[in-house]
């Protein structure tokens, strides 16, 4: 009993530290206990089995809502030592807080006693190293093209003071087989990390580690190391460190990696450099993630217009003039979204980051918004600010692709009950107000929860139901719309329902010409 209430204590703390960088709704709407399942909203395909780790198994799943496809990887809590809790509780909190278009998504997490489960975006592409295997060598367009998604990959993980600590090419998964578009996985060596610290463990896959890891004395910078094994692969067909383990770790301590002159005479001197750039042994004379993708090599092989088109300039103003609840319900769809449908989005978001970090700053923003619509500093502010609803003066990914629902992404029916569960925490079919205070905490955007539920309460019940929502949802809720739905809601009820003992009494007044309803519910 000690033991599961000081797992239960853990946990709590990892989604507090989580929710701290993600957001809070963010985090809540995604994190399930009990009674609520991971069988209430997945098929579990136990026959299915896309990979393993060194934590277990990972099974395919089908969503019970729209039935997409994703990854399932269940970790048990009973009996379960310190040490290994403790690792499964820094990969759970750390892959709570990722997102970024080039890291793949943990989608819903699932705590019961017996275990904890996370489901995860399928990637159904196959691991770069598959790609290599079967092609051999990248062309230096293609290895660029990789090199730049891994880079901002590892930029933005190293921005909010990630390391990943196993960088190589199995962890970068393809997102579907015809694509060409990467995503970092496994945050099972990852660790959370403060500059000017050092850390000891020695850890990853000996043919990629970086020198000072052997020494068990590094920082982020193991990653980049990491990283320009992985791009040699790319570009020259071969691993730089081979042979026993002795005489890989004597050639990575000395930097001495494998040169054969037929290969790299087939390779330009930008791609070269790049890539002694980064095998460098000394951590602080080695490029950065930032310098690496201010290198010649990938800036003058990526054709990328800078150009945000009007309809995402306008997606996004629309969103920060909608009401507080209306962001909340939008952004918890963000987590729900396809890859296909994230995909029509998201090379804008990259864009808008120009220093790319993996979030848009209020400059990027308002340089944008000033171009296109002629919007000025202080509107510009209050767009940023809607936008930004982690209050971290930063715009995330999520929070982005929030603004682009229902205007350059489909308000489908999977999305709108999608996003319902989530904010149905306890499974009762109904958003009440504890469901809400649960998910956005006492407030939202300046606006108490039960203000917030008044805003689609159409029939005064003091809940939410998924008929209301869908109602709230797909309509512009201008305050006589808004009268005007409820008593659409009401009028539906009370034909489908002649003798529910639930009665309905609705006064129409009429006020300065415009017709008003008080709706009054009374439960005998």
């Given amino acids: 009993m000690g033991q599961a209430a000081g797992h239960e204590h853990g946990l709590d703390n990892v989604i507090k530290r ?70 499964l509780e820094a990969e759970c909190e750390i892959f709570l807080a990722m997102d970024h278009p080039h890291v793949a ?85 990852s660790k959370i990390w403060k500059p000017n610290t050092t850390m000891r463990l020695s850890c ?53 990696y494998t040169v054969k002159p037929a290969k790299w005479d087939s390779v330009s001197g930008v791609a070269q450099d790049f890539v002694k750039k980064l095998l460098v042994v000394k951590a602080n004379s080695r490029m950065t993630a930032e310098d690496a993708l201010k290198h010649p090599f990938i800036e003058q092989r990526h054709q990328l217009t800078n150009e945000v088109n009007n309809e995402i300039v306008s997606a996004l103003v629309d969103f920060g003039n909608a009401s507080a609840f209306r962001r909340a319900c939008l952004s918890m769809m963000a987590w729900s979204l396809t890859n296909e449908e994230r995909s029509k989005v998201r090379e804008a978001f990259m864009q808008l980051d120009e220093d790319k970090t993996g979030v848009i700053k209020i400059g990027e923003l308002k340089k944008v918004l000033e171009q296109k619509c002629r919007i000025h500093d202080e509107d510009a502010t209050r767009i940023f600010q809607a936008l930004d609803t982690t209050q971290s003066d930063e715009i995330h990914y999520s929070e982005f692709l929030a603004a682009m629902v229902s205007t350059r992404i489909a308000l489908h029916d999977d999305l709108l009950l999608a996003a319902f569960k989530r904010f149905d925490v306890d499974n009762s079919g109904k958003i009440t107000v504890e469901n809400l205070r649960e998910v956005l905490g006492e407030s939202f955007s300046g606006n108490a929860v039960e203000s917030i539920m008044k805003e689609a309460d159409l029939t005064g019940s003091g809940d939410i139901s998924y008929e209301e929502w869908i109602q709230y949802l797909r309509t512009n809720a201008t305050s006589d719309r808004h009268k005007e739905m409820a008593a659409q809601l009401i009028d539906h009820r009370l034909s489908e329902s002649p003798h529910n003992e639930k009665t309905i009494a609705i006064k129409s007044s009429k006020k300065m010409g415009t017709e008003t309803a008080q709706v009054c519910c009374c439960i005998h």
Avoid at 138 to 155: H, S, W
Avoid at 211 to 226: A, I, K, M
């Fill in 204 to 256: 990853g896959t000996l043919a990629y580690v970086a020198p000072e890891v052997l020494d068990q004395n590094y920082t982020s910078q193991c990653d980049l190391w990491s990283l320009g094994v992985t791009v040699f692969i790319l570009l020259f067909g071969y691993m730089p460190f081979s042979g026993n383990e002795d005489k890989q770790i004597s050639d990575i301590k000395n930097g001495r």
């Fill in 18 to 87: 989580a929710a701290s960088r993600a957001g809070k709704f963010t985090i809540s709407g995604r994190y399930h206990r009990m009674p609520r399942k991971i069988e209430d909203d997945y098929i579990i395909l136990k026959k299915n089995v896309l990979g393993s780790g060194y934590n277990g198994k990972v099974f395919e799943a089908r969503g019970r809502t729209g039935g997409g496809t994703y990854a399932v990887k269940g970790f048990k809590l009973v009996g379960v030592p310190r040490e290994k809790r403790e690792e």
């Fill in 105 to 189: 998504r943990l989608v819903d997490v699932y705590e019961s006693q017996e275990q904890l489960a996370l489901v995860m975006e399928c990637m159904s592409g196959g691991e770069l190293f598959g790609r290599v295997q079967k092609l051999k060598r990248f062309t230096e367009q293609a290895a660029a093209d990789a090199a730049r998604q891994m880079l901002l990959a590892v930029n933005y993980i190293h921005g909010i003071g990630v390391v990943h600590r196993d960088i190589k090419l199995e962890n970068f998964l393809f997102e579907k087989p015809e694509s060409d578009f990467l995503k970092l996985i496994d945050f099972g060596f």
